[in-house]
């Protein structure tokens, strides 16, 4: 199951080798919520794995982004301890206005057929 979450980068990490096959890089998003009249503000980390690593390479603090993600989610056991973790893993950045969507980054251009092809060409809509 995927979400996504809208508000404006505040920290990108470098990206971390973590062994010799994997690696890793964070970022932080913060967006606010109208709560009961209250604003409340919140920082949330993401991180991207492997080939996404470079997905932030064209993105800066204070850009406005939609994060689209997964929840991951690992436990492990050491000296006795029972512990978990959760990533938000972050697979697709879209820029953003924050009025609006300027739509993804990484997007093909949209498709936009030449209006003379298509002469000739009945409209079989029914409405």
Same mark, same amino acid.
């Given at each position: 199951m995927g979400y996504d979450l809208t508000g404006k980068i505040v920290s990108i990490g470098e990206t971390v080798q973590r062994s010799a096959t994997f690696k890793t890089r964070e970022f932080v998003v913060e967006t606010n919520e109208d709560i009961n009249g209250r604003t409340i503000t919140n920082f949330v980390k993401f991180q991207t794995v492997q080939d996404r690593t470079n997905i932030l390479d064209r993105f800066k603090s204070g850009d406005g982004v939609k994060v689209l993600f997964n929840i991951?989610?690992?436990?492990?056991?050491?000296?006795?301890?029972t512990n978990y973790i959760t990533n938000l893993d972050a697979w697709r950045i879209e820029?953003? =206005?924050?009025? $609006?969507? &300027?739509g993804p980054v990484d997007a093909p251009p949209a498709?936009?057929?030449?209006?003379? =092809?298509?002469? $000739?060409? &009945?409209?079989?809509?029914?409405?």
């Open positions: 991951k989610g690992s436990k492990w056991e050491k000296n006795g301890q820029q953003v =206005s924050m009025g $609006g969507s &300027a498709f936009s057929p030449d209006p003379e =092809s298509q002469q $000739g060409i &009945a409209d079989d809509l029914p409405f």
